[in-house]
């Protein structure tokens, strides 16, 4: 179920709906304030016919909590591993589609971990494809039109098994 023709962005971080409202205006976006990743929000941006497709339904929410609270001693191994393993049956199963981009809003909020997230272990898997915004609707509107050419995403099943062993501090761009 992936949207054909269209570049998919998730906008994450505190102030993502306001910023996601504003980009519906524009003419060629898409917006979707869909919360949650799932089959019926994988249908909904399927079925969306602008060149930008912009929703907030992370598909790596998930996985992406379980490895900051792994990271933190919050929760167990386990824990992460069952993240991963739903994660990877929704994408197998066409009911989650990665964004071609996330534009992450606010970046020097991020404290701790999170920020280890965002700009190492996920962004080491699509360099140039985790991208910073500020928290307004006006730089995202111009980040639109310019979002970098980058290599596509490496396959989730290709990446996403290993997460356990992806250290904070430890892995950056280009480094997992």
Do not use: K
């Not at 928290?135 to 596509?152: E, K, N, S």
Request: charge should be negative.
């Amino acid at each position: 179920m992936a949207v054909q023709n269209a570049t998919i962005v998730t906008v994450v971080g505190a102030g993502s709906a306001e910023v996601i409202a504003s980009l519906g205006s524009l003419r060629g976006v898409e917006a979707l304030q869909l919360g949650s990743a799932d089959a019926e929000s994988t249908a909904r941006i399927s079925a969306a016919r602008g060149p930008y497709v912009v929703h907030d339904a992370d598909p790596l929410e998930h996985v992406a909590a379980a490895w900051v609270e792994f990271f933190d001693d919050r929760s167990t191994l386990g824990t992460l591993e069952l993240e991963v393993s739903v994660a990877l049956e929704g994408f197998a199963a066409g009911e989650r589609v990665m964004p071609d981009y996330y534009v992450v809003l606010d970046p020097e909020s991020i404290e701790g971990t999170w920020r280890h997230w965002w700009f190492g272990a996920l962004g080491s898997h699509g360099v140039r494809r985790v991208v910073p915004a500020p928290a307004a609707a006006w730089p995202v509107r111009r980040l639109l039109g310019r979002l970098p050419q980058a290599p596509g995403w490496a396959a989730p099943r290709d990446w996403l098994p290993g997460l356990p062993f992806v250290v904070p501090d430890r892995v950056g761009f280009g480094g997992a």
